[in-house]
Structures are given as C-alpha cells and as structure tokens.
T-cell receptor, first 115, second 116 residues
Framework: AQKVTQAQTEISVVEKEDVTLDCVYETRDTTYYLFWYKQPPSGELVFLIRRNSFDEQNEISGRYSWNFQKSTSSFNFTITASQVVDSAVYFCALSRRAAGNKLTFGGGTRVLVKP | SAVISQKPSRDICQRGTSLTIQCQVDSQVTMMFWYRQQPGQSLTLIATANQGSEATYESGFVIDKFPISRPNLTFSTLTVSNMSPEDSSIYLC?????????????FGPGTRLTVL
C-alpha cells in the first residue's frame, strides 16, 4: 500500500521568509512518481511538479525548489522569499506511474503568509 | 495542457436527492478519475472511469452510491445518490496526461456540493 505523510498541518510565516514543506512517502514500487499541488482558497488544484523515482536531481523553478531524497523517502518543497499569494494548501502526492494511475495524497499543509 | 470543465461548479441540495456532476475534457483521454475532498481534508479517490467498461471503485465507495458513466473519451459523469450532509464535499475529476504532455496530472475546477 502507498502512503504519503505531510506532518505539518499548518505553517505561518511573514512575507519574504522561506518556508519548507515536508513530505514523506511509503511505497513498495521501484518505479513511482511524486507530485506537488497547490490549492488556493478558490479551490482549484494547481500542478507544481512531477518527479520520477529515478531522477533524484533537485529542481528549482523560480522561487520554488524541491529536494528529493530516495534514501529517506522524502520529497520536500521550499518556497523562497514567500509572498502573500503563496498562501494556500499544498499537497504532496504519489502515483505508480506518471499518468494514467491514481494519486495517493498526503493530508496537506496549509501555508499562511502574512504581510 | 488539457482543459477540463465541470458542471455544476457548485450546488446546494436537499437530503435524499441525487446530483449528477459532469466532467468534459477538450481532448481524448484514456483514463478519468473522480476524487472527493471533504471539508478541510485531503483528496480521496472515489473511482476510475474507464471508457467501454464499468468504473473501478476504491475501498469504501460503491456503485449504488456513486454511479459513474463514461460514454466516450472526453466525457464522464459522477452521480451522488441519496445524498446526506456527509456528502458535502468538493468533487473533482482528473485525467491522465495527454500525448506529448505526460508530465502533469490534470484536475478539473471541482464541484462544491452542500447537502442540507
């Protein structure tokens, strides 16, 4: 069975601070995919990144960066110099292959960025 | 990227009634998924909608309560039957990556359902 754990339920920061969201996963598969989604107050799910299990390179996209460590089964997400618009719930998810298969979601982390 | 629309965007329903939610994609996709997000909770997969065959339901979800149709490769419906207040949730459809754009798992905008 697959499982995703986001231990932080809520994080509050002041604008321009960095914030790191933790994600730990469990799977017996050797090939799997990890995702991060953002859900702003409006409710839609915004795709942020997909990473496959064979690619442990860290990735940076603007103010966002991801740290994938297979040895610790973690896929952490950092927002650098946070902004008020980053306030949202962030979900980490796991699937057996990149597309065409069901996602197992973590419980989500609510990020509140105060001005 | 795929464009996914859902109807209705929101609804308020009475206990005991049923609501059918539609999901339309602008391209043909092999698999479509229906998720439920209860208030303040994460997303849980209800079922996988397969074209030409019955939907595959996850543990805890049954066809009588959540019948699904998938008449073609661009459309699916989810019905929430005999509703109770516990069914108040956001229901989201999702599709697998499209040819040439397989890095993403797309989600519709969601249907926000309130049952009184």
């Amino acid at each position: 069975a697959q499982k995703v754990t986001q231990a932080q339920t809520e994080i509050s920061v002041v604008e321009k601070e960095d914030v790191t969201l933790d994600c730990v996963y469990e799977t017996r598969d050797t090939t799997y995919y990890l995702f991060w989604y953002k859900q702003p107050p409006s409710g839609e799910l915004v795709f942020l990144i997909r990473r496959n299990s064979f690619d442990e390179q860290n990735e940076i996209s603007g103010r966002y960066s991801w740290n994938f460590q297979k040895s610790t089964s973690s896929f952490n997400f950092t927002i650098t110099a946070s902004q008020v618009v980053d306030s949202a719930v962030y979900f980490c998810a796991l699937s057996r292959r990149a597309a065409g298969n069901k996602l197992t979601f973590g419980g989500g982390t609510r990020v509140l960025v105060k001005p | 990227s795929a464009v996914i629309s859902q109807k209705p965007s929101r609804d308020i329903c009475q206990r005991g009634t049923s609501l059918t939610i539609q999901c339309q994609v602008d391209s043909q996709v092999t698999m479509m998924f229906w998720y439920r997000q209860q208030p303040g909770q994460s997303l849980t997969l209800i079922a996988t909608a397969n074209q030409g065959s019955e939907a595959t339901y996850e543990s805890g979800f049954v066809i009588d309560k959540f019948p699904i149709s998938r008449p073609n490769l661009t459309f699916s419906t989810l019905t929430v039957s005999n509703m109770s207040p516990e069914d108040s949730s956001i229901y989201l459809c999702s599709v697998d990556g499209l040819a040439g754009d397989r890095d993403e798992q797309f989600f519709g905008p969601g249907t926000r359902l309130t049952v009184l």
